[in-house]
């Protein structure tokens, strides 16, 4: 059963908005891209920086040779140290997806359980757990009011 450690309330992070959390000795920035919540870890493989402080963008796509437009508003963070690019939902990176990558932590939406949560439940509280693919350590929780 992992361990789980509060993070906000979910009305407190809006869309396009992050909060960065010590987790034990991780730094994790949870993410809400239009609604939906995301985990990642603070670090860039690159240099260590800090990733999840650097810059909330889009990135370029191209249709075809020459054709060039903005694309996926929000969901890329880019390293404030040297511009590397991520995707905040996979944590892949935007020049080298098959090879370079950040961790990044699933996240799924509960109601709480308690009867002091029930009471609360009409006014909209929901808690987002946040767990580990690959060693079960922790959960991060975001209350919802």
């Not at 730094?27 to 999840?52: K, R, T």
């Not at 075809?64 to 990176?93: L, M």
């Amino acid at each position: 059963m992992p361990q789980k450690t509060l993070v906000c309330r979910v009305s407190e992070l809006k869309p396009g908005e992050r909060k960065i959390v010590q987790v034990g000795k991780k730094s994790i920035g949870v993410f809400n891209v239009d609604g939906d919540y995301y985990a990642v870890l603070n670090v860039c493989p690159h240099q260590m920086a800090p990733l999840c402080e650097g810059r909330i963008t889009g990135t370029c796509s191209a249709s075809k040779v020459g054709e060039y437009g903005w694309a996926r508003e929000g969901e890329i963070i880019r390293c404030p140290w040297h511009n590397w690019e991520f995707d905040i939902k996979t944590g892949q990176s935007v020049f080298n997806p098959h090879a370079v990558r950040t961790r990044t932590y699933p996240v799924a939406v509960e109601t709480p359980d308690t009867e002091a949560a029930e009471a609360t439940a009409k006014a909209a509280d929901i808690e987002v757990f946040v767990s580990l693919p690959f060693a079960v350590e922790f959960a991060l929780i975001l209350l919802m009011g």
